[in-house]
């Protein structure tokens, strides 16, 4: 069985961060583990308090992991402190991680912001340069890439500026109203679109987190990554087609909608 790992912030209300990982990765096949970086007390209408580990403490739970099983992709999300994104960038070198997909979360659905300004330096010098895939979203991408997103054209030229400058491939999320759903896939000097259809479903807690680690599973089942970007879009798009309605605000999503077994029953 192929293994993914995530390492990324709890979610207490289950619907992102490593429940939603750990949900994704086991609905898309593969064996799932955690490096969590923070407890959060959140729930679907907001964040209320972050309590990040300590950076030694990051370290020893991604040493007795990469030590004992080792993982075939990697995902990493939300990270709020530079101390954690030294750590993960140091352990991912030493044991020469592969798959590595970053999804670099800078603010939650509900509009809380998720990571310190200096973080955001220290993730542009240590750990994007290491990633495999980027996966940010407009507002992600215009911070990453100093400049304004306001159209299709402005997506090629921002996705096109991180990917040469962080020597990775970046996958810039559409949607903020700016397309339908449509996904841009930049790498080695080329690009490919990715359509999809808007879905009207206001529950889309933790789509970020769920893409981003559907990809990772899809890499360390060998797919390549165009294929993995596309497996991820259409398990994206199944859950929240499912229509899961839960909680007062921004709900989670159905990860489970394509399980079907006696179990579930």
């Known amino acids: ?3 993914a790992l995530t390492i990324a912030g709890s979610d207490s209300s289950g619907g992102a961060g490593i429940q939603a990982d750990i949900k994704t990765m086991i609905s898309n096949g593969v064996y799932a583990m955690s490096a969590i970086t923070a407890l959060t007390a ?7 308090a972050i309590m990040d580990v300590t950076p ?18 990697v995902k990493i999300g ?9 750590k993960i960038a140091d352990k991912l070198i030493e044991y020469k991680a592969k798959n590595i997909v970053v999804d670099p979360v800078m603010v939650a659905t509900s509009g809380a912001k998720l990571i310190t300004d200096d973080a955001i330096s ?29 159209n299709e054209n402005d997506m090629v030229e921002a996705a096109k500026f991180i990917s040469e400058k962080f020597d990775c491939a970046v996958l810039m999320k559409g949607g903020h109203q700016i397309n339908d759903a449509n996904d841009l896939l930049y790498r080695n000097g080329d690009y490919k679109w990715f359509t999809g259809k808007r879905i009207d479903n206001p529950n889309t807690h933790g ?7 559907a990809i990772a599973s899809n890499l360390a089942k060998g797919y390549d990554l165009d294929k993995a970007v596309l497996r991820a879009k259409d398990y994206i798009s199944g859950a929240l087609a ?24």
Do not use: R, W
């Not at 939300?78 to 030294?86: D, K, Q």
């Not at 290491?130 to 306001?150: C, D, R, Y």
């Not at 789509?207 to 680690?213: E, I, K, Q, R, W």
């Open 1 to 3: 069985m192929k293994t």
């Open 242 to 265: 499912a229509m899961l309605d839960l909680g007062k605000g921004s709900g989670p999503m159905n990860h489970a909608f394509a399980c079907d077994n006696e179990f579930m029953k």
């Open 42 to 48: 959140q729930n679907t209408t907001g964040v209320t």
């Open 56 to 73: 030694e403490f990051l370290g020893e739970q991604i040493d007795e992991i990469f030590t004992d099983i080792y993982p075939d992709a």
């Open 207 to 213: 789509t970020g987190c769920t893409l981003s680690s």
């Open 78 to 86: 939300m990270v709020s402190a530079s101390g954690l994104i030294e």
């Open 122 to 150: 220290t993730l542009k010098k240590k750990l994007l340069p290491i990633a495999t895939v980027l996966t940010p979203n407009i507002p992600e991408g215009e911070v990453l890439s100093g400049m304004k997103i306001e």
